[in-house]
Nanobody
Framework: QVQLVESGGGLVQAGGSLRLSCAASGGTFSNYGMGWFRQAPGKGREFVAVITWSGRSTYYADSLKGRFTISRDNPKNTVYLQMNSLKPEDTAVYSC????????????????????WGKGTLVTVSS
């Protein structure tokens, strides 16, 4: 059983930056691709980004390319999401997910394919 705990959310002004972290425990971190998803108030869960087990390959939602960067540190069992040039529409609960999969990502992964989820961290972007 893998446990995921997100941190780093908070209130930021439009144009600002935040870095989210997701610490994993209870499993072999490098056996998992890791993803970030978000859910805005009143909306469904949305894919943000995913990174392969090795960290060598990433895939992003088209609308977020260039502003968000996913990375991971396997010795620290942690995945990160650097968010720049934040907009009010980025306001959401951001959750990380672990995917027991050691292949590459060439399209948006299905939410149902994720094996473990964190509880999320709230990001609020004020205008």
């Amino acid at each position: 059983q893998v446990q995921l705990v997100e941190s780093g959310g908070g209130l930021v002004q439009a144009g600002g930056s935040l870095r989210l972290s997701c610490a994993a425990s209870g499993g072999t971190f490098s056996n998992y691709g890791m993803g970030w998803f978000r859910q805005a108030p009143g909306k469904g869960r949305e894919f943000v980004a995913v990174i392969t087990w090795s960290g060598r390959s990433t895939y992003y939602a088209d609308s977020l390319k260039g502003r968000f960067t996913i990375s991971r540190d396997n010795p620290k069992n942690t995945v990160y999401l650097q968010m720049n040039s934040l907009k009010p529409e980025d306001t959401a609960v951001y959750s990380c997910a672990a995917h027991r999969y050691i292949g590459g990502y060439y399209s948006t992964p299905r939410i149902e394919s994720m094996d473990y989820w964190g509880k999320g961290t709230l990001v609020t972007v004020s205008s």
